[in-house]
């Protein structure tokens, strides 16, 4: 199983970015995903969450900016990203789990900045 995440990049203060974790297998048969990320000198923290239902969980730092979403045609998990703040700067990475395995993502920077 492999995670592939693209679409990252430099976004100014309060602007949108969008990333994208594709799956090489259909994306339901993940029990639930999720978006972390990793500051320089800082713990790789926990985004957000979108399970096999589709309900979401988002961290607070994140809540009502950020979103979670997911294309069952493409096997593909998105976050959009929106009102984008320089505390927001790390490398992003996808992680799924099938039954009792966890996958990662390589992961993609995210740099926010003007």
């Known amino acids: 199983v492999q995670l592939v995440e693209s679409g990252g990049g430099l976004a100014w203060p309060g602007g949108s970015l969008s990333i994208s974790c594709a799956a090489s297998?259909?994306?339901?048969?993940?029990?639930?995903m999720a978006w972390f990320r990793q500051a320089p000198g800082k713990e790789r923290e926990l985004v957000g969450t979108?399970?096999?239902?589709?309900?979401?969980t988002y961290a607070d730092s994140v809540m009502g900016r950020f979103t979670i979403s997911r294309d069952g045609a493409k096997n593909t998990m998105s976050l959009r990203m929106n009102s984008l703040k320089p505390e927001d700067t790390a490398m992003y990475y996808c992680?799924?789990?099938?039954?009792?395995?966890?996958?990662w993502g390589r992961g993609i920077q995210v740099t926010v900045s003007s």
């Open positions: 297998e259909r994306i339901f048969f993940f029990n639930t």
């Open positions: 979108i399970a096999l239902n589709g309900m979401t």
């Open positions: 992680n799924g789990r099938i039954a009792s395995r966890l996958y």
